[in-house]
């Protein structure tokens, strides 16, 4: 097995527990159409995936109404709903650790690029990466394979000075299985995280080449790799 030399993360559900802000900006685009949801448990499903299937696949909506209601989402993200986000303990040390053993790392995120810089500067981590990549906000590079393959050639991780692919040098990490799905797409393996959204069920019906069910299993596992 190739060493894991870059390192490349999920943003909501790994590094960060975005719940409180995301779901109350869906919560908030619900009822512009009269859904009233006081439940934001039930809400989080909409953490993880790209915005305009969730809205399609649980609540009905037409491409047009998923596109407007993605817009008034982020009245409320843009205003508060990044901020209410908290760093998972233990991450900041793992992100020392992993580059003070010559790891590097990289955000590849579905959540809108400027709003996860914004969030990884607030909370003191866009330091630690190498590069930071998201989704546009025209929606047209959201999916996780989409969003992988533009770091890569975005930060220089397609191919080394010899031509080789960098793929097998490269690991993903989410909570997700679009997270997995998306790292397979590109070529690449993945570790799954139990901590975030994803359970146990998810993890082994999208079969992850390792799964970490704490940050201290992620941070052991990672250094090993």
């Not at 809400?43 to 817009?71: H, M, V, W």
Request: some cysteine; charged content about 30%.
């Amino acid at each position: 097995m190739k060493e894991k030399k870059y390192i490349l993360f999920d943003l909501d559900g790994t590094l960060t527990d975005p719940k409180e802000g995301i779901t109350k900006a869906v919560q908030y685009s619900l009822a512009h159409y009269g859904i009233e949801e006081t439940n934001l448990d039930m809400l989080c499903p909409f953490i993880g995936p790209p915005l305009r299937d969730s809205y399609i696949n649980f609540y009905g909506f037409s491409q047009e109404k998923a596109t407007e209601a993605i817009s008034v989402y982020r009245e409320y993200f843009c205003r508060e709903g990044w901020a209410q986000n908290k760093v998972y303990p233990g991450i900041p040390e793992l992100l020392g650790a992993l580059k003070n053993a010559g790891k590097k790392l990289y955000v590849a995120t579905s959540k809108p690029e400027p709003f996860a810089v914004q969030i990884l500067e607030h909370f003191g981590l866009a330091g630690f990466f190498d590069g930071i990549g998201g989704a546009d906000l025209e929606e047209t590079r959201v999916r996780k394979g989409d969003v992988i393959s533009y770091v890569r050639e975005r930060f220089g991780l397609l191919r080394d000075e010899t031509g080789r692919d960098l793929a097998p040098d490269i690991v993903m990490v989410g909570d997700r299985e679009h997270d997995v799905l998306g790292a397979r797409e590109c070529g690449m393996e993945c570790v799954g995280v139990l901590y975030g959204y994803g359970d146990r069920q998810e993890m082994d019906g999208c079969r992850p080449a390792w799964i970490a069910g704490t940050v201290k299993e992620l941070r052991d596992l990672l250094l090993s790799l």
